[in-house]
């Protein structure tokens, strides 16, 4: 197949795969919204389809309906669910499993003496759901959660303060993790080890006011402390960042960035990337590979920047592929207006001068380094993805890769943009193509969207989720919807 009709497509594949030239009908789900609301929360669930759930209209003084639908992989409706909750709770965050879903939920006033938050578990399959109270607690920070078995890690952050709770939903209890007296600068992972039935953390710890050490950490399933050891130290490199990649019952793997301290400074830019392996659950010496030895191994060549932007990184996960590992990091700027204009003399005032003013406007994205090592922690290969025209004030990783066939794609969606590269390696199979998502009706156009997300949703199948603002294309036109939408794409 020529490799230029590789690309997104984004609709119903309603006939076989090779009959390209075909029209196809865009597979799409719309829901008509009041404007600029953000009820809808989008739980895909592989082949089993794609679960949206809201709370419902029907609210009385005490108590509320929340509404799950279940979508199949064609996005038609197949089941939903009403269950009834208290009045006034909010969602708080959500997991699954299998096909059980699993929310926290939390009470929206907090005018009440006591304030609670509340832990449902629905079956999707069955419709049978349970609504437990967990009394007394309530944290609107939470914005992690992790399963196993029967509990439930929580981090919950907020403005550098980090919270660790263990719930046990089989005894409906919660309590607070220590891991130590020191105090949690910042998590940087938090994975399950299902050979050893423990769970490993990565943990930046304050010993003192200027001096903060990477640790890792061990502990059971119901959060016990087994093991708390440092990162080795080395003269001259300080770790900012980790993450980790469990690889089998004797082995893992830490991927993360360090700074040189003499960098440290100068800017908020990584130097370059660490790899540490973990054998027999002891630490290993790292590999430290600079950004030149990144980039020469990198076989496109990244625009230069003003050092003076204040560049920093954001780092996703370890992905696992093709028995590789990939960690990608983002590299972007806080953006700034000047207003200089009234700048000079106030001619209210004799004698004084009016100051400039400065208006944050966003984070500027430039670009990203996909970097691939083996399991032993050594360099295969990197690439260079740039962003284009990204300046958002939401702050996460956007870049997302997948295999297809023998190549990596990579990929990351902004607004109604779905922009993506194909390579081998160090090789450009297919440069940086943009594509608009396709709409159901060809006669309006994009306002502005808002809570866009692109999932793997399974295979080589996506699933784009997000609000729009719609109208029509032409000038006497005077349509406007803001509506919920779903888009089904395919790689192909």
């Known amino acids: 197949m020529n490799r230029q009709k590789a690309l997104f497509l984004i609709g119903l594949l309603l006939l076989p795969f090779w009959a ?20 809808y929360k ?19 003084i005490d108590s509320a309906t929340w509404v799950f ?27 699954h499993e299998g096909e059980k879903m699993h929310l926290f939920l939390l ?28 009394e007394g607690f309530y944290d609107e920070n939470i914005n992690f959660a992790k399963k196993v078995n029967d509990n439930f890690f929580l981090i919950s952050y907020l403005k550098r303060n980090y919270d660790v709770y263990h719930y046990d939903a089989k005894l409906n209890q919660i309590h607070t993790l220590k891991f130590g007296k020191e105090y949690i600068q910042s998590i940087e992972f938090c994975e399950v080890d299902t050979f050893m039935r423990r769970i490993s953390w990565g943990m930046v710890l304050e010993l003192s006011s200027n001096n903060t050490v990477m640790h890792y950490i061990e502990t059971d399933y119901s959060g016990s402390i087994i093991s708390k050891l440092p990162f080795p130290r080395y003269t001259g490199y300080s770790y900012m960042t980790a993450r980790m990649m469990i690889i089998d019952s004797t082995q893992s793997l830490v991927i993360g960035t360090y700074i040189d301290d003499e960098d440290k400074r100068k800017s908020l830019l990584p130097t370059g990337i660490y790899t540490m392996r973990m054998i027999d659950h002891t630490l290993q010496d790292p590999d430290f590979f600079s950004d030149t030895q990144i980039k ?29 590992y990939t960690l990608v990091t983002e590299i972007f700027y806080p953006e700034y207006e000047y207003t200089s204009s009234n700048y000079g003399y106030d001619p209210f005032y004799y004698g004084t001068r009016s100051t400039p003013t400065t208006n944050f406007l966003g984070y500027r994205f430039l670009h990203a380094n996909i970097i691939t090592f083996d399991e032993n922690g050594q360099l295969i290969w990197s690439q260079h993805m740039p962003f284009r025209n990204v300046l958002t004030l939401n702050l996460f990783p956007r870049i997302s890769t997948f295999q297809f066939e023998n190549n990596t794609v990579i990929y990351y969606i902004f607004n ?6 194909m ?37 080589n199948y996506f699933l784009v989720s997000g609000y729009q603002n719609l109208k029509g294309k032409s000038r006497s ?11 089904k794409m395919e790689y192909r």
Not at 296 to 324: C, E, F, M, Y
Not at 477 to 487: A, C, D, L, P, Q
């Open 423 to 459: 390579v081998n390696r160090h090789t450009v199979i297919e440069p940086v193509t943009s594509k608009n998502i396709i709409l159901s009706n060809s006669n309006e156009a994009v306002d502005y969207s808002r809570n866009v997300q692109i999932n793997n949703w399974y295979g």
């Open 296 to 324: 020469s191994n990198d076989s496109t060549v990244a625009k230069p920047v003003k050092k003076d932007q204040n560049l920093q990184a954001l780092v996703g996960n370890i992905k696992r592929t093709n028995g590789n």
């Open 42 to 60: 989008t739980i895909p669930v592989g082949e089993n389809g794609v679960i949206i759930f809201y709370e419902g209209q029907g609210t009385h």
């Open 416 to 421: 109604a943009t779905l922009s993506y590269m």
């Open 477 to 487: 036109s005077k349509t406007k919807r803001y509506v919920f939408y779903m888009n």
């Open 69 to 95: 639908i279940q979508y199949d992989t064609n996005l038609v409706k197949q089941k939903s669910h009403v269950i009834k909750t208290p009045a006034n709770l909010v969602y708080n965050i959500a997991t």
């Open 107 to 134: 009470d929206k006033f907090q005018k009440k003496t006591t304030l609670n938050s509340y832990f449902l578990t629905l079956n999707f399959a069955t419709g049978e759901y349970n609504l437990a109270t967990i």
């Open 20 to 39: 390209i030239s075909q029209k196809e009908k865009p597979l799409r789900v719309e829901i008509e919204l009041p404007r600029d609301a953000t009820d």
